[in-house]
T-cell receptor
Framework: GESVGLHLPTLSVQEGDNSIINCAYS??????FIWYKQESGKGPQFIID?????DKRQGQRVTVLLNKTVKHLSLQIAATQPGDSAVYFC????????????FGTGTRLTVIP | NAGVTQTPKFRVLKTGQSMTLLCAQD?????MYWYRQDPGMGLRLIHY???????AKGEVPDGYNVSRLKKQNFLLGLESAAPSQTSVYFC???????????????FGPGTRLTVT
């Protein structure tokens, strides 16, 4: 079956440093990946997505890297700010059918002022 | 544009009681989803709908029923609540399937349900 997991369940970084959150997936057929941010008491919020025909995609202060050879996904946050403290989830899907997402368990990022 | 809204925000039920959670979206999305999130875990799909009048089972459908009578609404029902259904429930919606970007799911704020 499909599974999405994370290498580090918790991550603490100093304000201003860069953060890297990792994710492993097992379904080689997945062709669309999404990173979500979830703050306490709120629903997941879309951060950035990437398709399987790409290795890298950049947004505002965030970059997602995809390594299909080892089925690995990472989220890089530049100049981490206190407002970045949250739980981050990666999710995978195959872009046919119902777009059902399979989520990992999440990584809690804590930014130290 | 309110996005995805959910009612109620909190609810406490006794074992055996029933209730319905309402999800509404104003983005004209075709697809809608119900997830549950347990402590320290990711989201798991309960049921989903690819259009008005259609529903399908997800990863953990037992004990739940859903209906999609209107495109903008997706209801999740618990006929006989059990303590194992204590969780936070999230609704999401997205555009219909396609290849490319812009098909991410948009989530509501969640409903925290406790079954005693």
């Amino acid at each position: 079956g499909e599974s999405v997991g994370l290498h580090l369940p918790t991550l603490s970084v100093q304000e201003g440093d860069n953060s890297i959150i990792n994710c492993a997936y097992s379904n080689s057929a997945s062709d669309y990946f999404i990173w979500y941010k979830q703050e306490s008491g709120k629903g997941p919020q879309f951060i950035i997505d990437i398709r399987s025909n790409m290795d890298k995609r950049q947004g505002q202060r965030v970059t997602v890297l995809l390594n299909k050879t080892v089925k690995h996904l990472s989220l890089q946050i530049a100049a981490t700010q206190p407002g970045d403290s949250a739980v981050y989830f990666c999710a995978e899907t195959i872009q046919t059918g119902a777009n059902n997402l399979f989520f990992g368990t999440g990584t809690r990022l804590t930014v130290i002022p | 544009n309110a996005g995805v809204t959910q009612t109620p925000k909190f609810r406490v039920l006794k074992t055996g009681q029933s209730m319905t959670l309402l999800c509404a979206q104003d983005m004209n999305h075709e697809y809608m989803y119900w997830y549950r999130q347990d402590p320290g875990m990711g989201l798991r799909l309960i049921h989903y709908s690819v259009g008005e009048g259609t529903t399908a089972k997800g990863e953990v459908p037992d004990g739940y029923n859903v209906s999609r009578l209107k495109k903008q609404n997706f209801l999740l029902g618990l006929e006989s609540a059990a303590p194992s259904q204590t969780s936070v429930y999230f609704c999401a919606s997205s555009y219909s399937a396609g290849r490319g970007f812009g098909y991410e799911q948009y989530f509501g704020p969640g409903t925290r349900l406790t079954v005693t």
